[in-house]
């Protein structure tokens, strides 16, 4: 079966899944039902928070999505093409938001509310909430990878990643003098995507030149110095064997182990390292003298003097256009993504705030001691390509840069250029 290449394909076939009415109470106050992403209960416990708020104006009920963020993507496009009036509010991942909002399926954000939320908001969750200049999703909370490092590994190599950036250049000549691995995610998965994305963008360049445009007239960016740039990283660490036997399918949850080995050295990932590592130490699965070996930095520079491009990732909030209670959905929305319930959410379950006001509360400084630094990422942070075929993008992408090991600067980037350029043409299977 040949996958069409317009973005909202997969939603418009399933036109005829059947709208669910909106709820109300026994008292006849208003239930919205929010559309979450799974997570350690921190969205149920706002939902609650928010609806003690309401004062009876409306109730908050949550809905769990699928886990992985693909199929989650299915299941809103299915039901918002069929004018699902049940889906008042949404956790939505940043990069399918330009397809939900293309085709008029999120409700306009009123400008009052755009102007609210987005004050004391990281810049990198304001891009990523954004589609041709306007918010279309409010920002909830904002996810971005840093580098981790063993201080002593740094130490033996003469860095101090706290003090000064390091290259990718750097950890990889660190990590090869000292016969250590790096962390990386080579899965043929979405963290691919973003490992691509993030150095492409560090380098100076851009997956898509013209995100905005039709599929048939998308044009690519790898072509490029920094497109050869990213391919010789991922290659290098591929080919040399420095992220270990098991690269071509780690994942973050694989990287922080390898990380956390004997032979770990640096690594790029999420802020849910610290917890979890913490919490190894706490079930007696990791040694405390590990964590007391980890330090945290900004994401390596492609360019030695130019700032990195760090991944953004996160959760906007989005309020269905064919909701019953819109008006009620921006307000709940808005109680949300106060700057108290972001900090909860972040000291209880681990997601970063989008408000920097979040970042000063004692109990977040007291969990993640770096939270300054995931604040500094997430105003560099690069979303990645905001395209309404950002599917066609992504899974491309995944194809014809995997494995690492296979990554050459001179035949990978044209070779995806061409082959992500077929599929958006209709002429390539995906």
Request: charged letters at 25%; one cysteine or more.
């Amino acid at each position: 079966m040949r996958r069409r290449t317009r973005g909202l394909a997969i939603a418009a076939g399933f036109a005829l899944v059947l709208p669910l009415a909106a709820c109300a109470t026994d008292s006849g106050s208003t239930v919205l039902t929010w559309y979450t992403n799974p997570d350690a209960g921190g969205q149920d416990e706002i939902a609650q928070r928010c609806t003690e708020a309401a004062d009876g104006a409306y109730r908050i009920e949550t809905s769990v999505l699928p886990r992985d963020a693909a199929s989650q993507r299915e299941q809103l496009a299915r039901r918002l093409a069929a004018q699902d009036s049940s889906i008042d509010l949404m956790s939505l991942d940043p990069p399918f938001i330009p397809e939900l909002a293309e085709p008029g399926f999120l409700a306009p954000i009123p400008d009052d509310v755009a102007d609210e939320v987005t004050q004391d908001v990281v810049q990198g969750a304001i891009d990523g909430s954004t589609w041709k200049d306007r918010l279309v999703a409010i920002p909830f909370w904002a996810n971005t990878q840093l580098l981790w490092y063993r201080k002593s590994v740094a130490k033996e190599a003469g860095l101090d990643p706290e003090k000064e950036p390091v290259t990718w250049e750097q950890v990889i000549d660190a990590a090869r003098d000292q016969d250590k691995y790096l962390g990386v995610q080579g899965a043929k998965a979405e963290s691919l995507t973003v490992w691509i994305n993030a150095l492409v963008e560090s380098a100076g360049g851009h997956v898509l030149q013209n995100p905005e445009a039709p599929a048939d007239e998308l044009e690519l960016g790898l072509e490029s110095d920094a497109g050869k740039a990213a391919a010789e990283i991922i290659g290098t660490i591929g080919k040399d064997g420095l992220g270990g036997p098991g690269l071509p399918t780690a994942d973050e949850n694989a990287s922080m182990s390898l990380f956390q080995g004997d032979r770990g050295s640096f690594m790029v990932n999420w802020p849910f390292v610290w917890s979890a590592s913490n919490a190894a130490v706490e079930e007696g699965t990791l040694d405390k003298a590990v964590v007391d070996d980890i330090g945290w930095a900004i994401y390596p520079q492609v360019d030695e003097g130019t700032d990195a491009r760090p991944p953004y990732g996160g959760i906007s909030l989005g309020v269905g256009a064919y909701s019953s209670h819109v008006e009620e959905s921006f307000e709940a929305a808005r109680c949300i993504v106060k700057p108290e319930n972001q900090a909860y959410y972040f000291a209880t379950n681990g997601n970063p705030p989008a408000s920097t006001k979040a970042y000063e509360d004692p109990e977040v400084r007291k969990a993640f001691p770096m939270a300054d630094v995931i604040r500094e990422s997430l105003e560099k942070a690069a979303p990645r390509p905001q395209t309404p075929y950002y599917n066609e993008v992504s899974i491309g992408l995944q194809e014809t840069w995997h494995p690492p090991a296979s990554v050459d600067p001179e035949t990978t980037p044209q070779d995806s250029t061409d082959y992500i350029t077929a599929v958006l043409r209709g002429e390539a299977l995906l």
